[in-house]
């Protein structure tokens, strides 16, 4: 096994190896929640608390279910009715809540950078359930083991992350990992969507679906993040759709047998066709939710190896 992180930040400082192990041991928790036994020891005895400073369906929910299903105490606290809308620091919270001794922490938060903060000051392991518009490492994880059980591989293949690429978390998460995983990413989005320096990232960037889709094996939708834009982006949804949603004309530039993916929650008819979502002899929107879970058990299962091999480690250094 080789997987060496304490926490999980960003997918940037994760090696391949890393990446591979964890989508390995993902395949098992596949298999486990497919069946009516769902139930692992691999928690058992930690404490898990989830703590949201966004809205979330998707990630908060199958966090809640990894850790329930790996036997785990899950907490999950409401922070819209924390101390923090008292005034209360996060770094406070942070320490509040490092005193009643959790194992694993699941922070998502709007400031990009706090969730490494918070590893700072913690001293148990740290998951990013997605900070501001810098990383989503579940996301990625989960889109890779999606890409690999369906193309039959990770590397060599096009990939065509598509629309608001400059608000986007999942999107840098998915260029890290796609990268290290030698696969060929390309952006596609207005210019208005697209972050300065993108060019620099080692992707093509295109702002024409049908050359950016050009024979592209997986296509990768985002949602137009209007939470994060402080000004008008796009001329208007329905402009926005003609040019850059995709649909099944835009689609047909894609290799027959491409994958269409959407992290959600999606605006149906704004970044996607409602009929190409829903297809599901080209959609992988729901496997994309099912993954999630199996990666979620699976990055958490890795992390605390590594925290009580620490612990032990420290523990024998005290009684030299
Ligand atoms: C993404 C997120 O929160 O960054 N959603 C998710 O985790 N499933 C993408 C989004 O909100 O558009």
């Given at each position: 096994?080789?997987?060496?992180?304490?926490?999980?930040?960003?997918?940037?400082?994760?090696?391949?190896?890393?990446?591979?192990?964890?989508?390995?041991?993902?395949?098992?928790?596949?298999?486990?929640?497919?069946?009516?036994?769902?139930?692992?020891?691999?928690?058992?005895?930690?404490?898990?608390?989830?703590?949201?400073?966004?809205?979330?369906?998707?990630?908060?929910?199958?966090?809640?279910?990894?850790?329930?299903?790996?036997?785990?105490?899950?907490?999950?606290?409401?922070?819209?009715?924390?101390?923090?809308?008292?005034?209360?620091?996060?770094?406070?919270?942070?320490?509040?809540?490092?005193?009643?001794?959790?194992?694993?922490?699941?922070?998502?938060?709007?400031?990009?950078?706090?969730?490494?903060?918070?590893?700072?000051?913690?001293?148990?392991?740290?998951?990013?359930?997605?900070?501001?518009?810098?990383?989503?490492?579940?996301?990625?994880?989960?889109?890779?083991?999606?890409?690999?059980?369906?193309?039959?591989?990770?590397?060599?293949?096009?990939?065509?992350?598509?629309?608001?690429?400059?608000?986007?978390?999942?999107?840098?998460?998915?260029?890290?990992?796609?990268?290290?995983?030698?696969?060929?990413?390309?952006?596609?989005?207005?210019?208005?969507?697209?972050?300065?320096?993108?060019?620099?990232?080692?992707?093509?960037?295109?702002?024409?679906?049908?050359?950016?889709?050009?024979?592209?094996?997986?296509?990768?939708?985002?949602?137009?993040?209007?939470?994060?834009?402080?000004?008008?982006?796009?001329?208007?949804?329905?402009?926005?759709?003609?040019?850059?949603?995709?649909?099944?004309?835009?689609?047909a530039h894609a290799k027959d047998s491409a994958i269409v993916m959407h992290p959600g929650p999606m605006n149906r008819g704004v970044e996607i066709d409602g009929t190409i979502a829903d297809d599901i002899n080209r959609s992988v929107i729901q496997e994309q939710v099912e993954m999630g879970v199996a990666v979620r058990m699976a990055a958490m299962n890795l992390l605390a190896r590594n925290l009580?091999?620490?612990?032990?480690?420290?523990?024998?250094?005290?009684?030299?």
């Amino acid at each position: 096994m080789s997987f060496r992180a304490r926490h999980l930040l960003g997918i940037e400082h994760l090696a391949p190896d890393e990446i591979t192990t964890l989508l390995d041991l993902s395949e098992q928790y596949v298999d486990l929640n497919r069946g009516d036994q769902k139930h692992d020891t691999a928690l058992a005895g930690l404490t898990q608390i989830n703590m949201f400073f966004e809205a979330s369906t998707r990630t908060q929910a199958s966090f809640e279910l990894a850790g329930k299903r790996l036997g785990a105490d899950v907490m999950n606290m409401h922070m819209a009715a924390s101390s923090l809308k008292k005034g209360e620091t996060l770094i406070d919270t942070a320490l509040t809540l490092n005193a009643m001794h959790p194992d694993l922490l699941v922070m998502r938060h709007p400031q990009s950078g706090s969730v490494s903060l918070l590893a700072e000051k913690v001293n148990c392991a740290v998951l990013n359930a997605g900070d501001g518009r810098h990383e989503h490492p579940t996301q990625a994880l989960l889109d890779a083991l999606t890409i690999r059980r369906s193309m039959g591989r990770l590397h060599r293949l096009t990939v065509a992350i598509c629309g608001d690429i400059a608000h986007s978390r999942v999107a840098r998460s998915n260029i890290h990992l796609l990268g290290k995983m030698e696969n060929r990413v390309r952006l596609v989005g207005p210019p208005t969507l697209m972050p300065t320096g993108a060019a620099d990232w080692g992707v093509e960037v295109f702002h024409d679906m049908a050359e950016g889709l050009k024979d592209a094996d997986v296509v990768m939708m985002l949602r137009l993040q209007k939470e994060r834009m402080d000004g008008a982006f796009i001329p208007s949804e329905r402009e926005y759709f003609h040019r850059f949603g995709l649909d099944a004309g835009k689609l047909a530039h894609a290799k027959d047998s491409a994958i269409v993916m959407h992290p959600g929650p999606m605006n149906r008819g704004v970044e996607i066709d409602g009929t190409i979502a829903d297809d599901i002899n080209r959609s992988v929107i729901q496997e994309q939710v099912e993954m999630g879970v199996a990666v979620r058990m699976a990055a958490m299962n890795l992390l605390a190896r590594n925290l009580r091999a620490a612990r032990s480690n420290a523990d024998a250094g005290v009684m030299v």
